[in-house]
């Protein structure tokens, strides 16, 4: 079908603010809209300093207090007492594919991956480029990664460093849902669900976030190192690379993202001043999905292929009939100011991600809008 057929839109009473669009974008994704209005009220002058976070030295307390601030700030709502240590990188996730395995293991040892798609498949490549004895231990390719795999039904080799794995899949809607112990060292990335509800962390020894999907912007990386780890990270690294390096300077080895850290700081206020912790957000991002994976499965237009039991409360993908339709339906979330519906350029199909920043109310315009344009193109 053209996009620009002469077929009616469907019709939804826009609740928007100050005419913004409703966004459902992978990443970057959403910001809440309560920070975004305190970052606009102290862009110009920050804390009586005369100037906006972007223009203050790096090596002002001003900066560290946020640095500091923003640490202590994860620790209290993830409950985390002083076992963990919290940085704040650059780089993205993508830096990380290659800082864990430099840090934790040396050419020729064994370490342990799960392949659960897309940027599963990134960190592995990116580790086998440095000459690591990798073992794909696990893996959803079989059925084109619709599922997860049994974490309780994997073993690690005994000799692996350490095993890695994503927690919540972007591109094809997927997530584990929880953590069994291992024998070995877990890594997970948890870029795209980190800080959207509580996690039991006894079973992790490092956790790693790029903060443009649930707790701010692209520039920075959050992560968390067990402090048991630092003793096998491996001498002669790049000084720059080595996490010792970062922790001993306090996430300002060299000049850090500070406007990035700046938004994640409001975000994670926001969790805990606003929304008042992450289990009062998990209730809003649990009710948020359930909305809409009840709708998706109860239309028949609309088809999530997803294992329910593997279905991210991150990503929700879904498919229509045909790649017209899909077209047109994409075409028309976008008229309606509803954006950043289309699937990744890999997968194709549609997918809305309902992080943090996405509100109920968003969700449920969304739905709305779905149901008149399955009213209009039932098959």
């Known amino acids: 079908m053209n996009p620009q057929s002469s077929v009616a839109q469907p019709q939804i009473q826009k ?10 974008y992978a990443g970057p994704g959403a910001l809440p809209l309560p920070v975004l209005e305190r970052v606009h009220a102290e862009l110009f002058n920050f804390k009586g300093t005369g100037m906006s976070v972007m223009e ?27 076992q963990f240590e919290i940085i704040f990188l650059q780089g993205g996730g993508s830096l990380q594919f290659l800082m864990v395995p430099m840090n934790f293991s040396q050419p020729g040892e064994e370490i342990d991956y799960i392949d659960t798609g897309y940027w599963a498949g990134k960190a592995i ?26 974490l309780n039904q994997i073993h690690p080799r005994p000799g692996a460093k350490f095993i890695h794995l994503c927690s919540n899949n972007t591109v094809v809607g997927t997530q584990f849902h929880s953590f069994p112990a291992f024998t070995i060292p877990v890594v997970a990335d948890m870029s795209s669900d980190f800080m959207s509800k509580p996690i039991d962390v006894s079973n992790l020894s490092v956790i790693y976030a790029h903060a443009q999907k649930n707790v701010g912007l692209a520039g920075t ?16 690294l790049p000084e720059f690379l080595d996490y010792r ?33 992450l289990k009062q957000l998990e209730k809003i991002n649990e009710k948020k999905a359930s909305l809409l994976y009840n709708f998706i499965d109860a239309t028949p237009l609309f088809h999530c292929a997803i294992a329910p039991a ?44 309902l992080y943090n920043g996405v509100t109920l109310e968003a969700v449920e315009t969304l739905i709305e809008f779905m149901d008149e344009f399955a009213k209009q193109h039932s098959f």
């Open 15 to 24: 609740k928007f603010h100050n005419n913004r669009v409703l966004n459902f």
């Open 310 to 353: 593997s279905r991210s409360q991150m990503n929700v993908v879904f498919t229509l009939p045909n790649e017209s339709l899909e077209k047109q339906f994409i075409y028309e979330t976008s008229q309606a100011g509803i954006i950043g519906v289309a699937g990744h350029r890999i997968r194709g199909g549609c997918r809305a991600s």
């Open 245 to 277: 390096t970062h922790i001993k300077s306090k996430s300002n080895y060299h000049t850090p993202p500070c406007f990035s850290i700046y938004i994640t700081w409001q975000i994670l206020r926001w969790i805990e001043e606003d929304i008042g912790g």
């Open 56 to 82: 203050l030295s790096h090596r002002s307390q001003e900066i560290q207090d946020i640095i500091d601030d923003s640490a202590e700030r994860i620790k209290r709502l993830m409950s985390l007492d002083d």
């Open 125 to 150: 490549r990116a580790a086998q480029s440095l000459g690591r004895d990798l073992k794909i231990i696990a893996s959803s390719s079989d059925c084109n990664y619709t599922y997860v795999p049994d």
């Open 221 to 236: 990386t959050i992560v968390l190192i067990r402090r048991e780890m630092l003793t096998k990270i491996y001498d002669n």
